[in-house]
């Protein structure tokens, strides 16, 4: 299982990009999908998670700037980021906790990381 980050850049504050996040493979089911971010200098950090009932958590400081969201015909995984910020400055990864059989128990997986930079 492999799970591609794309969709990162340099952005002017106040502006928006879309992540993707393609996960390719062996897969059975998805039961979580999210997106991480990392700063330098700071520990990774939840962004946005969203479960396979539908359900979405954000992190408080990017609530109602970040959408979550997702293909599952594609195995892949959205996160639509507006109102971008400075402090939004960081390598983003995306996460899955899936199964590969139908028996088998989740596990977690991470992408490569796309970076992601604000300018003020």
């Known amino acids: 299982v492999q799970l591609q980050a794309s969709g990162g850049g340099l952005v002017q504050a106040g502006g928006s990009l879309r992540l993707s996040c393609a996960a390719s493979?062996?897969?059975?089911?998805?039961?979580?999908m999210g997106w991480y971010r990392q700063a330098p200098g700071k520990e990774r950090e939840l962004v946005a998670v969203?479960?396979?009932?539908?359900?979405?958590s954000y992190a408080d400081s990017v609530e109602d700037r970040f959408t979550i969201s997702r293909d599952n015909a594609k195995n892949t995984w959205y996160l639509q980021m507006n109102s971008l910020k400075p402090e939004d400055t960081a390598v983003y990864y995306c996460?899955?906790?899936?199964?590969?059989?139908?028996w088998g128990r989740g596990r977690n997986y991470w992408g490569q990381g796309t970076q992601v930079t604000v300018s003020s």
């Open positions: 996460n899955a906790d899936l199964r590969t059989t139908s």
């Open positions: 493979g062996s897969i059975f089911s998805i039961n979580t």
């Open positions: 969203l479960d396979n009932g539908g359900g979405t």
